[in-house]
């Protein structure tokens, strides 16, 4: 069966400093992999999303980064952490299938920015 | 615009209380609707797949149906084990692999 794995599963940073959450998927192959972030009230916010090794699309404008390299890795990054960075990111993976396909979840990061 | 609504954002029931969730979509050629499940602290469960009006699916306590608009969770006698919040997601209009998700139904059931 497929699992996701996420780590940390919390993470106090100051601002400035840099991040890098990871995210790895088991049991298959070529997988679609997505970020999101979600804070409280806002629902699920939809960070990147990569079809393949080193194809990454950017959703939003903003102080992240993702990269994919390897098949089954997934890491999200910034140089220097705003405050407004602050919340629960979640990563997930899907089999390929134009959206037909649900989107299984990691349990998740809470990083606190100081 | 919003393509995904749901509503009440918040429901109390008490034990054994049966209700339903809605989930409204305003995307065309829908492609499919999916529900979760999302405990405190966790990333969302997914529970069902539906892809046509009419059909319906179940687990539990819970029932999925999906109309050409809309889809309803059905919480039939809910245990307080059902308290969490449900999320209802559909394929974004581009055709693209993202999913829109809806803000969520967040689920208290008291004993």
């Known amino acids: 069966s497929q699992t996701i794995h996420q780590w940390p599963a919390t993470l106090v940073q100051p601002v400035g400093s840099p991040l890098s959450l990871e995210c790895t998927v088991e049991g298959t192959s070529n997988p679609n992999l997505y970020w999101y972030r979600q804070a409280a009230g806002r629902g699920l916010q939809l960070l990147f999303y990569?079809?393949?090794?080193?194809?990454i699309s950017s959703e939003v404008p903003q102080n992240l980064s993702a990269s994919r390299p390897q098949d089954r890795q997934f890491i999200l990054s910034s140089k220097k952490l705003l405050l407004s960075d602050s919340g629960f990111y979640l990563c997930?993976?899907?089999?390929?299938?134009?959206?037909?396909?649900?989107?299984?979840f990691g349990d998740g990061t809470r990083l606190s920015i100081l | 615009e919003d393509q995904v609504t749901q509503s009440p954002e918040a429901l109390r029931l008490q034990e054994g209380e049966s209700s339903s969730l809605n989930c409204s979509y305003t995307v065309s050629g829908l492609r499919g609707l999916f529900w979760y499940r999302q405990d405190p602290g966790k990333g969302p469960e997914f529970l069902f797949t539906l892809y046509s009006a009419g059909e319906e699916k179940e687990k539990e306590r819970l029932k999925a149906t999906l109309t050409k608009k809309e889809s309803f969770l059905h919480i039939t006698a809910p245990k307080p084990e059902d308290s969490a919040t449900y999320l209802c997601?559909?394929?974004?209009?581009?055709?693209?692999?993202?999913?829109?998700f809806g803000k969520g139904t967040k689920l208290t059931v008291n004993p």
């Open positions: 990569s079809i393949g090794i080193d194809q």
């Open positions: 997930a993976w899907s089999v390929k299938g134009q959206g037909y396909q649900p989107q299984h």
């Open positions: 997601a559909v394929p974004d209009q581009g055709g693209s692999e993202k999913l829109v």
